[in-house]
């Protein structure tokens, strides 16, 4: 076990080590037989667990894993590590209650570098897939489903057979009577209805892995975090959960002559902003306005659909109440849809904005490990950044970066070599927290106003 607790004035104050219950790898053995663990706690000198929203074409809805070993012992030959093997793991912070308990397999040997001449002296990299992904990429279930996507998911993940929770499942609209899954493994199937669901306000899905089970789930319901209707008991417990801090660098741990625990455990180390809103494109990928064409073979028929950013954001649910982009041009895009069975092609529109949107809007944060942290969770950023040095007057929020963000990426990084536990974490958003002007004479206007 490793940790590095601290206490000032009798309050436990976590620190980015952490607490490793256990670390192993379970050999191969003979039919019948009952696999050994050995232990890896001695061994491994980086160990890195990644999460993804799913958010971009083709990666994987489970997680995935990486662990670099250093050992003279020569276990790759003398175990040997062939791939297969389960890896197992059990961590948390240590300001963490529960520890979070993950079960992989080797999926392939990393390049091995030699440290000498000894053969027996190496470093090299297991690269890791979950037990479920590995068992998944042995099966291909072709299976006649019925009733809706979301219905449909829940009843091929049964033939997965797995231990792990896959309970948290938004209804889909758009019901497809019957529909019979091609020769692909259970998890490919799945991610597939996904991408081809969508809710009652034409939302489309995401399927994601993070560390308390699957997800099939409605970026609306994802959004709507920031939204819930809460108590005011409720609201103030959310506010510290679910906000990441964006002090200046000079800003003091102690507040108030206090040790805000949970502030340290929730502020931004490093940030790096990708805000690049690229309206040029934004007009050239038809994100702010297009008329739709959608053609239907059975009925020989066409139907126009007129898409314009600024109502559809009206209609439909986001992170912050404003919109990201703000435009007053006409357009004469046309953009021809082919009308699919399941009515894909309705949530063609909100998947390219909301694609186009996120994207325009990443930032990539490093924070202190917590696992606690995954992604789809929702966090208010509140960015005092740019308050300058030695100034008793603090700048206004940034109103750029402020606001609701939704984590799409996380890496949760573990680190014997420097003691330390951290997470890399992309964020995006897809509005602003306050409202601007759409035309920019405006501001010419107030700015140089008759001088």
Known sequence: MIENKESQDGILTPSTTFDLKYMAILPHTPEGGTPTPYDLTSLFQEFNIYQDLGLEENVSPSLTANVLIKEGWDILDTMPILGGEEVVISFKSPAATDYTALSFRVSRVGRVADESNSSAKKAFWLHLVTTDAYKDSMLRKSVGLQGSYSDMAAKIFEMLESRTKFEDI?????IQERFATPLWPVLKSIDYMARRSYDEIFMPFVFYEDFTGYHFKSLTTLFNQGNQTMTAEEKQEAALEKKFFRDPQDAPLLQN???????????????EKKLARDQFMANY???????????????KTVTPTSR????WFAETAHLDPYPLFSDEFNRENVRYLEAQPDGAEQVDY???????????TVMRLLLVGDNRLNVGQVYYIEDLSNRPKQNENLAELSKLSSGHYIITKIRHKISR?????QCVAEIAKDSMIEKFSASPDSFFENRFHKQ
Do not use: Q
């Not at 002559?257 to 940030?271: C, D, Q, V």
């Not at 314009?308 to 109502?311: A, L, M, P, Q």
């Not at 070599?417 to 536990?421: A, G, K, Q, S, V």
């Open 350 to 360: 909100a998947k390219r904005v909301i694609k186009f949107s996120l994207a325009s």
């Open 170 to 174: 938004d209804p889909t609209y758009g």
């Open 308 to 311: 314009v950013y600024t109502e």
């Open 257 to 271: 002559n206090n040790f805000n625990s949970e502030r340290f455990m929730r502020t931004i180390i490093k940030a």
């Open 285 to 299: 990928h038809d994100v702010l306005a297009v008329d739709e064409r959608v053609y239907d073979f059975r009925t």
């Open 417 to 421: 070599l420097t003691n330390d536990y």
